[in-house]
């Protein structure tokens, strides 16, 4: 049994006990001891759908949300290309310090840029500071990719 088959088994019981506490709290007067104590249940019942909820959220974050963020990014759609040969490029990557590690470490895994068969062949990567201005006697020093 899949554990969505078990949520839904226990969601419909859970509604089922309530629709049930309903139905006996019209049998009891407000101010009575069982009106009071089949008010409290369903408060219980209540906090425990709440419970799982929160349960369920915070699994599908943790294991669905949270991986494929990684790849928010990524676009499908329709574009037009041009064949470009022989491209030299110097390629500038701006991002928190956790990301430009993890492209340091598996920047020479890298077997393609864009498209799967856009295919590079990386010379070189580098941690840089830039500047908003280039200062004419300092060495400008560059990530290549």
Same mark, same amino acid.
């Given at each position: 049994?899949?554990?969505? @088959? ?17 139905? /006996? ?20 019942? /209540? ?21 494929? $963020?990684?790849?928010?990014? *990524? @676009? @499908? $759609? ?30 020479? $895994?890298?077997?393609? *840029? ?15 500071? *830039? ?15």
């Amino acid at each position: 049994m899949t554990q969505n @088959t078990r949520l839904k088994r226990l969601d419909d019981l859970l509604k089922k006990r309530k629709k049930s506490l309903i139905e /006996k709290k019209k049998k009891f007067d407000k101010k009575s001891e069982e009106f009071a104590q089949l008010t409290q249940r369903e408060k219980e019942i /209540k906090a425990k759908e709440k419970e799982i909820k929160e349960w369920m959220k915070a699994f599908e974050d943790e294991n669905y949300k949270q991986p494929i $963020s990684l790849y928010q990014s *990524l @676009t @499908t $759609s329709l574009k037009y290309y041009e064949i470009l040969h022989e491209v030299k490029l110097i390629i500038h990557v701006r991002a928190d310090e956790e990301v430009l590690d993890c492209v340091h470490e598996n920047i020479y $895994s890298l077997k393609s *840029l864009g498209r799967s068969e856009d295919f590079v062949d990386v010379v070189g990567c580098e941690f840089v500071d *830039l500047r908003s201005e280039v200062e004419k006697e300092k060495k400008v020093y560059t990530r290549h990719i």
